[in-house]
């Protein structure tokens, strides 16, 4: 699950740097789609089958603070209205940015919940 978030955070991070440097990025990299990005979360889980726990709360707590830094760079207006980036196509910033954080959060909770209950 921390990976997981981790390398969400990592999608939003690459998708936002690049397009502010002129270079026209997907959010999610070829060849996944909104369709097929399940298949991605799959190749996430089996590229960090050995990373260990400390490891993957330290890169977790990284990405954290690297998303809510490169957020507080944009204004209320570049986050939330809808054609101020020709990138987020008909959606906003931070409808993107809500995706790869809180309502991830609130999944990845979630998540370890049902798996302390069955401990």
Not at 14 to 43: A, D, H, Q
Not at 65 to 71: A, P, R, S, T, Y
Not at 93 to 119: E, F, P, R
Request: aromatic letters at 14%; proline letters at 3%; charged letters at 20%.
């Amino acid at each position: 699950v921390l990976v997981h978030l981790y390398e969400w955070h990592q999608l939003l991070l690459n998708w936002i740097n690049s397009n502010r440097e002129g270079e026209c990025k997907s959010f999610l990299p070829e060849p996944y789609n909104w369709k097929t990005y399940p298949v991605m979360n799959v190749e996430f889980w089996k590229k960090h089958q050995n990373t260990p726990l400390s490891d993957a709360k330290a890169m977790l707590k990284e990405s954290h603070q690297q998303v809510m830094e490169l957020i507080a760079t944009f204004s209320d207006n570049e986050l939330f209205n809808k054609g101020i980036f020709d990138w987020t196509g008909t959606s906003t910033l931070g409808s993107y940015s809500v995706s790869a954080t809180s309502s991830h959060y609130d999944w990845a909770i979630k998540k370890i919940k049902v798996h302390i209950k069955t401990q």
